[in-house]
């Protein structure tokens, strides 16, 4: 099975370098938080549609839609 492993390996590096895009265009519709902690992880950090628990305290986090980001809010 070493060969499935160097295909497996490489399309996981390819998806890797496709998120670094500069942090536009990535696919990220916002963010998990946890407001207790103020941890914060990417949605495109997450695999599936189930919220990730916090991993400080453990309780299940928020999502929150990222506003545009286009443009600067300031
Ligand atoms: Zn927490």
Same mark, same amino acid.
């Given at each position: ?13 390819? &998806?890797?370098s496709a998120n670094r895009g500069g /942090?536009?265009?990535d696919g990220s519709k916002g963010a998990?938080?946890?407001?207790? +902690? =103020? ?10 549609? &189930?919220?990730p628990d916090c991993p400080d305290c /453990? ?12 443009? +600067? =809010?300031?």
């Amino acid at each position: 099975m070493e060969f499935a492993n160097t295909i497996k390996e490489t399309l996981q590096a390819s &998806t890797e370098s496709a998120n670094r895009g500069g /942090g536009k265009g990535d696919g990220s519709k916002g963010a998990y938080w946890c407001h207790d +902690c =103020a941890e914060r992880i990417r949605d495109v950090d997450v695999e599936g549609e &189930t919220p990730p628990d916090c991993p400080d305290c /453990g309780v299940a986090m928020e999502f929150e839609r990222s506003p545009s980001t286009t443009g +600067c =809010a300031c």
